[in-house]
């Protein structure tokens, strides 16, 4: 099985991006997704970003990662994208 996992784009530097993953920053490729911008919200999958998701997308997704692995997952479901915040 394959998982793409959503992220963030922070910085950007030629065609590499620092992607914040709830709180976990790493590098990736946008070589596939080479309109990607910063705050944009992509979808990674071994180091490459495949697909500029719409923000809304990227919110249901977190939610159903903060469903399935839990509490820890639940605060970054709402905390880089802004809900539930008061």
Known sequence: ????????ILS???SNAEVDFSG???QVSLDLVPAAKKN????VH???AIQVLDPKEAAETLKVF???FGK???????????HNKP
């Open 24 to 26: 976990v920053k790493r």
């Open 40 to 43: 944009d919200y992509v979808l």
């Open 12 to 14: 950007l530097k030629n």
């Open 46 to 48: 071994a180091g490459f």
């Open 72 to 82: 820890d997952h639940a605060d970054a479901a709402s905390g880089p994208l802004g």
């Open 66 to 68: 903060a469903e399935v």
């Open 1 to 8: 099985m394959c998982l793409a996992v959503p992220g963030k």
